[in-house]
């Protein structure tokens, strides 16, 4: 039952980055190519997409590695050791670079917001920044208590 859980978990996870790669590679150019023709007096706008979007591709990709491999710890029943911890840790280092990367695209949405006389685009720019940050912090929830069961596991394998 495990390894079935486990395994529907890792095709989960491969098909969480297929979109973002359809994203990165179709949508990114023509969202760069409108920033640019909405904002002509901005000339590295079109460049400042690419960096944002493309580069919050990496960690992305960086964090859907270390979940597999997290799973791969589950399949192995080395869940409970310090591998898990540090691939959590990575995790949130990747969710906390991501909110950042997006968080450098808000001027760019308050732009869109008065060139289009929409405020509400701004909050749409918060989305991704706050669901990575939500990411972050519940890691680091998990994080923690990993590392108590770590402890508690421990202590219980000393006295036995």
Same mark, same amino acid.
């Given at each position: 039952m495990e390894k079935v859980t486990t395994l529907f978990l890792k095709i989960a996870v491969i098909l969480l980055g297929v979109p973002v790669l359809a994203l990165c590679i179709f949508l990114v150019p023509k969202l760069a190519d409108? %920033?640019?023709?909405?904002l002509p007096e901005f000339v590295f706008i079109k460049v400042l997409v690419y960096i944002v979007f493309d580069g919050s591709a990496i960690p992305f990709y960086f964090a859907l590695h270390q979940a597999f491999k997290l799973l791969?710890? +589950?399949d192995k029943? +080395?869940? =409970?050791? $310090?591998?898990?911890v540090n691939a959590l840790k990575k995790i949130k280092y990747c969710a906390i670079t991501i909110s950042v990367l997006h968080l450098l695209t808000l001027p760019l949405f308050y732009l869109f917001a008065e060139v289009d006389d929409a405020p509400g685009v701004v909050l749409v720019?918060? #989305?991704v920044p =706050?669901? %990575?940050?939500v990411i972050a912090? =519940? $890691?680091? #929830?998990?994080?923690k208590l990993l590392q108590e069961a770590i402890a508690i596991k421990s202590e219980n394998d000393l006295t036995v």
């Open positions: 409108l %920033s640019a023709e909405l791969r710890y +589950i029943n +080395i869940a =409970f050791s $310090d591998l898990s720019g918060l #989305v =706050f669901a %990575s940050m912090v =519940f $890691d680091a #929830v998990l994080q």
